[in-house]
């Protein structure tokens, strides 16, 4: 049974770069599907952040482009977030979701990590 | 972008009701739009896929319907496990927009 769990520090200063990982278990990462991160707040709901696939081809989404990169290590069975620049405005529950093929060439998110809460504050 | 527009954004029901959320999609998706029921304090998990496609596990009591632009969830007979928040998502195009959720609460 595939499982996601989220790492991160917790507590990230104004201007720092906040780094999270998410460590998979049960599955193979290079597998060819797609790890993708998903933050939630309070003012600005469930907002894909970005994608990565077994190859390492990414895509984000255009509001935070400039500041993310996602990556992955086959190696270690993870992926990564790295948002630089952070504000208050990124405080946030970060998760780390699973998007596999259905039927229906359907391609959807069906596994989610428990989240990781991050705090931006001096 | 394609904007993800649910209502309503809450509601009340008593246990054993028929609920149905809706969701509009600012450009036609086709039928690639999923739901996720997200309860406090936990990660969303996902109940429906394509529009009607049930993920395995989730109870026959949740059904999706829709295409194009205007997609809907349905639970017939609300249980008291079935109160929680639900978004709706299209998953078709990037960037793989949210609808802004709807609060399902006890009445």
Same mark, same amino acid.
């Given at each position: 049974q595939v499982q996601l769990q989220e790492s991160g520090p917790g507590l990230v200063k104004p201007s720092e770069t906040l780094s999270l990982t998410c460590a998979v278990s049960g599955y193979s990462i290079t597998t060819a599907f797609y790890w993708a991160w998903i933050r939630q707040s309070p003012g600005r709901g469930l907002e894909w952040i970005g994608s990565v696939d077994h190859t390492g081809i990414t895509f984000y989404t255009s509001s935070l482009k400039s500041r993310v990169t996602i990556s992955i290590d086959t190696s270690r069975n993870h992926?990564? !977030?790295? !948002?630089?620049s952070v504000t208050a405005e990124d405080t946030a529950m970060y998760y780390c979701a699973r998007r596999i093929r259905g039927d229906g060439d359907h391609w959807y998110f069906d596994v989610w990590g428990r989240g990781t809460l991050i705090t931006v504050s001096s | 972008d394609i904007q993800m527009t649910q209502s309503p954004s809450s509601l =009340?029901? $008593?246990? @054993? %009701? #028929?609920?149905? &959320?809706?969701? #509009?999609? =600012?450009? %036609?998706? @086709?039928?690639?739009?999923?739901?996720?029921?997200?309860?406090? @304090?936990k990660a969303p998990t996902t109940l &429906? $896929?394509?529009?009607s496609r049930l993920e395995g596990g989730v109870p026959s009591r949740f059904s999706g319907s829709g295409s194009g632009t205007d997609f809907s969830l349905t639970i017939t007979s609300l249980q008291p496990e079935d109160f929680a928040t639900y978004y709706c998502q299209q998953h078709i195009k990037y960037p793989l927009d949210f609808g802004g959720g709807t609060r399902v609460e006890i009445k």
């Open positions: 992926f990564s !977030l790295s !948002l630089r | =009340s029901a $008593y246990v @054993g %009701d #028929r609920v149905t &959320i809706t969701c #509009r999609a =600012s450009h %036609d998706v @086709g039928n690639h739009v999923a739901w996720f029921q997200q309860k406090p @304090g &429906i $896929y394509g529009a």
